[in-house]
């Protein structure tokens, strides 16, 4: 295994939904991995986007927008540049750097982002999240999602609104050709970026695949999708840093020290 080249001969799983997959593919190649793209999330517009579209156009009544993941910008920023202008005292705050840098690319610079862990409770950790009362906050989101942010700004005394602008499912994939190159031992490493996801993994893959996965190093950049991990009886888990940069700088650690 050549050192430019740490992840040559291994097969790595890659679970993102396929238009937010290409950084980590790309990566996994460069790193000469043979990345094996199979999502567990389907993006799609929200069913009705009365709701999303009445939001924008009042978005002058709030303090605080929130948009909790790339999607959730892709989704909506579009639309408020098609009806309107940003007002300039709302603030913006994301809870990751991927959403960042989407809005970053519509133009959108003065971003609250949490600079070490990407989650819920590191956006809560930030100054600007402290004090909240009787501010006004509007949460850009998927269909249902983790209520811990939300509930959080409520106890600390926010007027809360939650808006769907996308919709997050389980696709329908055949599943055959992936565990039969995963029973022939086609298939080193699993790739995980969501608790939802890996619901929809576990559930997609069936027993056979369950098995499979529960002797498979699984890789996630997040501490509670471990915890999810440990509580559908996986073991191999490893906790890496934040993005994909962190999920192949663990892929190469891994894999380097099993060498060795």
């Known amino acids: 295994m050549p050192e430019t080249q740490p992840l040559a001969?291994?097969?790595?799983?890659?679970?993102?939904?396929?238009?937010?997959?290409?950084?980590l593919i790309n990566e996994i190649k460069k790193k000469g991995g043979n990345p094996v793209l199979f999502p567990v999330l389907e993006?799609?517009?929200?069913?009705?986007?009365?709701p999303l579209l009445k939001v924008i156009s009042r978005l002058d009544e709030f303090d605080l927008a929130i948009f909790v993941s790339p999607n959730a910008v892709d989704?909506?920023?579009?639309?408020?540049?098609?009806?309107?202008t940003l007002p300039p005292n709302?603030?913006?705050?994301?809870?990751?750097?991927?959403?960042?840098n989407k809005l970053r690319q519509y133009g959108i610079k003065n971003i609250i982002v949490p600079s070490s862990r990407y989650d819920s409770e590191a956006l809560l950790g930030m100054p600007e999240l402290q004090?909240?009362?009787?501010?006004n906050i509007v949460i850009f989101r998927g269909n249902d999602g983790r209520k811990l942010l939300g509930e959080t700004l409520i106890q600390r005394g926010a007027h809360l609104e939650y808006i769907e602008c996308y919709r997050r499912d389980k696709p329908k994939i055949e599943?055959?050709?992936?565990?039969?190159?995963?029973?022939?031992?086609?298939?080193?490493?699993?790739t995980v970026t969501s608790s939802e996801g890996l619901h929809n993994l576990f559930d997609m893959i069936g027993k056979?695949?369950?098995?499979?996965?529960k002797k498979t190093p699984l890789f996630t950049a997040h501490e509670r999708i471990a915890c999810v991990a440990?509580?559908?009886?996986?073991?191999?888990?490893?906790?890496?840093?934040?993005?994909?940069?962190?999920?192949?700088?663990?892929?190469?650690?891994?894999f380097l020290s099993i060498k060795n």
């Open 90 to 100: 709302l603030k913006i705050a994301v809870v990751g750097e991927g959403s960042a």
């Open 208 to 213: 056979v695949g369950q098995q499979l996965l």
């Open 175 to 190: 599943v055959s050709p992936l565990l039969d190159s995963w029973s022939n031992n086609a298939l080193h490493a699993v």
């Open 43 to 50: 993006i799609s517009d929200t069913n009705n986007p009365q």
């Open 75 to 84: 989704k909506a920023v579009p639309l408020i540049q098609a009806h309107r």
């Open 9 to 23: 001969g291994l097969y790595v799983l890659v679970t993102r939904p396929a238009h937010q997959a290409s950084h």
């Open 230 to 254: 440990k509580e559908l009886g996986l073991t191999n888990i490893h906790v890496t840093a934040a993005g994909d940069d962190g999920l192949v700088q663990g892929l190469l650690e891994y």
């Open 131 to 135: 004090q909240v009362l009787d501010k």
